[in-house]
Protein backbone atom coordinates (compact mmCIF):
# COMPACT_ATOMS: atom_id res chain seq x y z
CA UNK A 1 0.00 0.00 0.00
CA UNK A 2 1.48 3.34 -1.34
CA UNK A 3 1.98 5.92 1.40
CA UNK A 4 2.70 9.85 1.48
CA UNK A 5 4.75 10.99 4.03
CA UNK A 6 5.72 15.22 5.28
CA UNK A 7 8.71 15.42 7.38
CA UNK A 8 10.35 18.51 8.64
CA UNK A 9 12.95 19.36 10.32
CA UNK A 10 10.97 19.96 13.57
CA UNK A 11 12.16 24.04 14.25
CA UNK A 12 9.05 26.28 13.98
CA UNK A 13 7.21 26.77 11.01
CA UNK A 14 7.99 24.87 8.12
CA UNK A 15 4.30 24.78 6.55
CA UNK A 16 3.84 21.20 7.67
CA UNK A 17 0.42 21.32 8.71
CA UNK A 18 0.01 23.31 5.48
CA UNK A 19 1.26 20.40 3.08
CA UNK A 20 -0.44 17.51 5.08
CA UNK A 21 -3.81 19.70 5.24
CA UNK A 22 -3.59 19.02 1.18
CA UNK A 23 -2.50 16.03 1.05
CA UNK A 24 -5.16 14.94 3.58
CA UNK A 25 -7.92 15.64 1.00
CA UNK A 26 -7.64 11.91 -0.72
CA UNK A 27 -6.09 10.34 2.37
CA UNK A 28 -7.57 7.43 4.64
CA UNK A 29 -5.21 8.55 7.61
CA UNK A 30 -3.56 11.07 8.95
CA UNK A 31 -0.56 10.31 11.38
CA UNK A 32 1.22 12.87 13.94
CA UNK A 33 3.99 11.34 15.19
CA UNK A 34 5.82 14.43 17.07
CA UNK A 35 4.93 17.25 18.90
CA UNK A 36 2.99 18.07 21.38
CA UNK A 37 0.72 21.30 22.83
CA UNK A 38 3.91 23.84 22.82
CA UNK A 39 3.59 23.22 18.75
CA UNK A 40 0.50 24.62 16.76
CA UNK A 41 -0.07 23.60 12.69
CA UNK A 42 -2.18 26.33 11.24
CA UNK A 43 -3.99 25.22 8.23
CA UNK A 44 -6.62 27.65 6.35
CA UNK A 45 -9.86 25.96 5.24
CA UNK A 46 -12.93 27.31 3.56
CA UNK A 47 -14.47 27.71 7.31
CA UNK A 48 -11.38 29.77 8.15
CA UNK A 49 -7.84 29.22 9.99
CA UNK A 50 -7.54 26.36 12.33
CA UNK A 51 -4.81 26.09 14.52
CA UNK A 52 -4.11 22.23 16.07
CA UNK A 53 -1.26 21.59 18.82
CA UNK A 54 -2.25 18.11 19.35
CA UNK A 55 -4.73 16.90 16.89
CA UNK A 56 -3.40 15.23 13.16
CA UNK A 57 -4.80 17.70 10.62
CA UNK A 58 -6.83 15.13 8.89
CA UNK A 59 -9.51 15.53 11.03
CA UNK A 60 -11.42 18.85 9.27
CA UNK A 61 -12.08 16.08 6.32
CA UNK A 62 -14.42 13.95 6.07
CA UNK A 63 -13.91 10.57 5.75
CA UNK A 64 -10.39 10.57 7.70
CA UNK A 65 -9.27 9.57 10.76
CA UNK A 66 -6.49 11.37 12.10
CA UNK A 67 -4.00 9.65 14.39
CA UNK A 68 -1.54 11.30 17.53
CA UNK A 69 0.54 8.32 17.47
CA UNK A 70 3.53 7.46 19.52
CA UNK A 71 6.50 10.30 20.17
CA UNK A 72 3.24 12.96 20.37
CA UNK A 73 3.17 14.81 23.90
CA UNK A 74 -0.39 14.95 24.61
CA UNK A 75 -1.66 17.73 27.54
CA UNK A 76 -4.89 15.99 28.13
CA UNK A 77 -6.74 18.86 29.73
CA UNK A 78 -5.49 20.97 26.62
CA UNK A 79 -6.49 17.84 24.26
CA UNK A 80 -10.47 18.33 25.09
CA UNK A 81 -10.20 22.16 24.63
CA UNK A 82 -8.81 21.37 21.76
CA UNK A 83 -11.67 18.73 20.64
CA UNK A 84 -14.30 21.02 22.31
CA UNK A 85 -13.52 23.96 19.95
CA UNK A 86 -13.10 21.95 16.89
CA UNK A 87 -16.63 20.24 17.42
CA UNK A 88 -18.16 23.72 18.75
CA UNK A 89 -16.62 25.01 14.72
CA UNK A 90 -18.58 22.05 13.32
CA UNK A 91 -14.97 21.21 12.00
CA UNK A 92 -14.57 17.70 13.96
CA UNK A 93 -15.42 15.79 10.74
CA UNK A 94 -12.77 12.44 10.89
CA UNK A 95 -12.40 9.99 13.46
CA UNK A 96 -9.70 10.52 15.65
CA UNK A 97 -6.99 8.09 17.30
CA UNK A 98 -4.84 8.48 20.29
CA UNK A 99 -1.40 6.33 20.53
CA UNK A 100 -1.70 5.02 23.91
CA UNK A 101 2.28 4.93 23.68
CA UNK A 102 2.08 8.92 23.23
CA UNK A 103 3.61 10.79 26.37
CA UNK A 104 1.68 12.99 28.69
CA UNK A 105 2.43 16.34 29.75
CA UNK A 106 0.49 16.94 32.94
CA UNK A 107 0.24 20.32 35.24
CA UNK A 108 2.89 19.55 37.79
CA UNK A 109 4.98 19.59 33.82
CA UNK A 110 4.11 22.74 32.88
CA UNK A 111 5.11 24.04 36.55
CA UNK A 112 8.34 22.39 36.40
CA UNK A 113 9.49 23.74 33.25
CA UNK A 114 8.78 27.41 34.68
CA UNK A 115 10.64 27.03 37.56
CA UNK A 116 13.59 25.27 35.72
CA UNK A 117 13.88 28.47 33.15
CA UNK A 118 13.67 30.62 36.20
CA UNK A 119 16.25 28.62 37.94
CA UNK A 120 18.54 28.32 34.94
CA UNK A 121 17.98 32.22 34.47
CA UNK A 122 19.09 33.15 38.11
CA UNK A 123 22.37 30.98 37.88
CA UNK A 124 23.16 31.88 34.44
CA UNK A 125 24.93 35.66 33.12
CA UNK A 126 22.91 33.89 29.58
CA UNK A 127 19.54 34.15 31.23
CA UNK A 128 16.76 31.39 31.30
CA UNK A 129 16.24 29.07 27.77
CA UNK A 130 13.50 30.61 27.30
CA UNK A 131 11.28 27.45 26.90
CA UNK A 132 7.30 27.77 26.21
CA UNK A 133 6.66 26.50 29.64
CA UNK A 134 4.30 24.02 28.53
CA UNK A 135 6.17 21.15 29.89
CA UNK A 136 7.52 19.31 27.10
CA UNK A 137 11.01 19.50 28.92
CA UNK A 138 9.88 17.57 31.52
CA UNK A 139 7.83 15.15 30.42
Known amino acids: ?44 IPEG ?12 RDGVTAVSGPGMVVQPFKL ?3 IRALKDRGLWKGRFLLSDRAHLV ?9 WEDELRASRSPAGPLGTTRRGIGPA
Do not use: C
Open 80 to 82: IEE
Open 1 to 44: MPATVVIGAQFGDEAKGKITDVIAAGARYVVRTSGGPNAGHTIE
Open 106 to 114: LPIHEAEDA
Open 49 to 60: KVVLHQVAAGIV
